[in-house]
């Protein structure tokens, strides 16, 4: 019987090059590895689901698609797989109504802003019909976050709560404060976040405070400080941080924008971002 031809350097035709061996290896090991992350992680299987939900509501992914949790397509294949996981991961979850050349990432990020949005657009009519109900809609203003709509502000004058220069909170705002808190109850084991603004006007020299941005800081951290010891607000969910004046809200040439900028701000962040 006549022998193949062998091509040069003895290597019979069609042989895969030596390379691709280690190659293979390397690839099966990294899938190793990849499985023992996994197998020792920790999943919020309530955070999971909700996740999964929210993607499969709004992208149709694992309808439109294969399924990665539990028995899919990606695990159950094993390594053979990985060298088709580009063609895998932009063509996971596309339905018929997708358009050429849309980004499967650009709609995960938009479906996790819808997500966030929604959420946080209940906690906003929650809290401003709370507010209605305290009698503090003269003293609150209640907002969005625009970038994300990871969480929603309370914004309170800083002239209802604190004397000039000074950091602690007088008679008069201990009731408004006191409803604030009430509110913020509602909401205990949300991440919460105290932030203190003042004006432009430099503090006095000789005074307790060097900088605004010290008088600022001290301000949070006194607010943060009663809701924890007089509400109960779980002090591991609650952060507070000075921003001085660094962050106007109006224009600090004229006393009505220096009232509204000096001010402490108070942020609930919803359940998708309070961990």
């Given amino acids: 019987m006549a022998r193949k031809k062998k091509e040069e350097g003895g290597v019979p035709a069609g042989t895969p090059a030596p390379w691709m061996a280690t190659f293979s290896d390397l690839m099966n090991l990294l899938l190793c590895f990849f499985v023992l992350l996994f197998a020792m992680s920790s999943i919020d299987e309530a955070k999971l ?3 999964a939900n929210v993607l499969s509501s709004r992208l149709n992914i694992f309808t439109g698609g294969a399924s990665s949790i539990g028995e899919g397509q990606l695990i159950s294949t094993g390594a053979s797989q990985l060298t ?4 895998y991961i932009n063509s996971m979850g596309e339905t018929a109504e997708d358009k050429e050349g849309e980004d499967p990432y650009d709609r995960i990020g938009d479906a996790v802003e819808e997500a966030n949005r929604e959420e946080s657009e209940q906690i906003y009519d929650e809290v401003s019909e709370m507010s209605s109900d305290y009698n503090l809609d003269g003293y609150v203003d209640i907002g969005i976050d625009e ?4 969480y929603i502000t309370i914004e309170i004058s800083g002239n209802y709560l604190y004397p000039s220069g000074s950091a602690q909170l007088t008679e008069d705002a201990l009731p408004i404060f006191s409803r604030v808190g009430d509110i913020l109850k509602n909401y205990n084991g949300y991440r919460i976040a105290v932030i203190g603004h003042t004006d432009n006007v430099p503090v006095q020299k000789g005074g307790k405070y060097d900088s ?17 010891d007089n509400k109960g607000i779980d002090k591991t969910k609650i952060e507070w941080v000075g921003k001085g004046e660094n962050v106007p809200i109006a224009d600090n040439s004229t006393e009505a ?13 919803n359940s998708l971002n309070s961990d």
């Fill in 49 to 51: 689901e909700e996740l």
């Fill in 84 to 87: 088709q996981i580009d063609e």
């Fill in 147 to 150: 970038a994300g709509g990871r």
């Fill in 212 to 228: 605004n941005m010290e008088l600022s800081s001290a301000r949070a951290s006194v607010a943060a400080k009663y809701l924890i």
């Fill in 257 to 269: 924008g220096r009232t509204q900028n000096r001010r402490i701000e108070i942020r609930i962040y």
